[in-house]
């Protein structure tokens, strides 16, 4: 179950989202493209760990629908500091249903960002996908 945090300003959000995405940086380069998204989704965890942040992998999500809690019907990847999911990816090509499916992991946890992050690619920095809510929005800029 995802736990709601204390609020956070949009700055405090982007700079954890900074660290993430260098922690899959550092992953990608030590181990390349072409291998099993558990692979990479343990080596990331152990470098999100390394760096201090607080981690959980497979989160179960409950689904509700028209108000009727139907169950941890879903899992979320990785969610760190409890505020950021992140979904991870290993393919060749990335689908606006990946994209499709963190803006849903964000709206039935009510987080305000997730990143989307595929590692079988030659430069990963340009296989991060940066996705915010209105909850992100109405957060204090600084």
Not at 4 to 13: A, D, E, S, V
Not at 47 to 55: D, Q, T
Not at 90 to 110: D, G, N, R, T, W
């Amino acid at each position: 179950m995802v736990k709601k945090r204390n609020i956070m300003t949009q700055k405090q959000i982007n700079d954890l989202a900074y660290k993430i995405v260098g922690c899959a940086i550092e992953v990608h380069k030590h181990l390349g493209p072409g291998l099993l998204e558990s692979v990479y989704q343990k080596c990331f965890i152990d470098e999100l760990n390394s760096k201090g942040l607080k981690v959980k992998s497979e989160v179960q999500l409950p689904v509700v629908y028209k108000g009727k809690d139907l169950g941890n019907l879903l899992r979320i990847d990785v969610l760190v500091e409890d505020i950021i999911i992140v979904e991870l990816k290993a393919v060749e090509i990335m689908i606006p249903l990946f994209k499709a499916q963190l803006l849903s992991y964000l709206k039935l946890s009510e987080l305000p960002k997730g990143l989307l992050i595929n590692f079988s690619c030659e430069n990963i920095s340009q296989q991060v996908v940066s996705l915010v809510t209105e909850k992100f929005a109405l957060l204090p800029k600084e």
